[in-house]
């Protein structure tokens, strides 16, 4: 198994299907005539990130697993956008940026040492960032976007979410 | 970067992260006065699980996981769970499954064929299923699971949905 296939296309389809959400997000409001970036302060709680954050919250898991795990730098995105529209250029940015890493710059990702900006002086290994971090991070965000998103009405479901899977005649 | 490292860890560990987040919702429940169990049929759109379901779901998607990598029948669960502590007990069944799992049972798991009861007739491989489908689909009904409570006030945060990450002096 490697970490090059655990992250690169996954977290692309991912965010492929992130866009397609808030894609829907924008029917929806168009159906129900209203504003679709009202959405877009929508939270769960009072005290958790809105819809916009999460969307960049999920956009930086994604873009730092990359990142990290093949050695380069992040390409930097301000938490700046206000509107769908650019929220999806967000996405896909993110998406150009893992879409373009390759196999070879994964080569010692999966013992690469990892320095994280929350823990000064400490560090961990690829695999135990992407496990344990990253991924759960990501998925974490992309699911709350998705939750603010169905609790708001808009016409997504697992499927949605889940996106193509491989599979094969048997 | 091992299947089994990737998944009987992360997953017993996220396991117990979820049981954790029930006795948060106890203690909420306690001091708020209100029948903890009463959380169980909260949902966060009129067309999505209840958190109960988000609950065995997460559980299913983590035992049918390691069932099917390390190529065993998975034990039976039958969703008839309507308390909470019903539903610790069948997150703690799973995780001591998953956690009886050995590495050496995982040999071969990556290029295992896995077969989904959902797609009669089609096969996948076993890193596919694992990154494609049962990773996503735990992390997605673990953090709807988070995201009901959250939204009916139960006081965790971010740390509580990772749990403990290893980190080692730099």
Request: glycine share 6%; proline share 5%.
């Amino acid at each position: 198994m490697s970490l090059y296939n655990a992250c690169v296309p996954q977290l692309v389809k991912m965010l492929g299907n992130l866009d397609r959400w808030l894609d829907k997000a924008v029917e929806h409001a168009a159906l129900k005539k209203f504003d679709a970036d009202t959405l877009l302060v929508a939270r769960l709680a009072p005290d958790q990130f809105t819809l916009a954050r999460q969307v960049m919250a999920a956009c930086d898991a994604a873009k730092y697993a990359g990142a990290r795990l093949a050695g380069k730098e992040a390409p930097v995105h301000p938490d700046t956008q206000t509107t769908i529209p650019e929220l999806k250029e967000r996405i896909q940015a993110v998406a150009a940026f893992l879409g373009a890493l390759t196999p070879a710059e994964f080569e010692g990702a999966a013992a690469r040492v990892v320095t994280l900006s929350f823990a000064p002086g400490m560090v961990t290994s690829g695999t135990e960032y992407f496990n344990e971090m990253a991924l759960p991070n990501f998925y974490f965000h992309a699911t709350t976007a998705y939750a603010i998103l169905r609790h708001n009405g808009v016409d997504i479901g697992k499927r949605d979410f889940l996106g193509s899977v491989s599979l094969r005649p048997a």
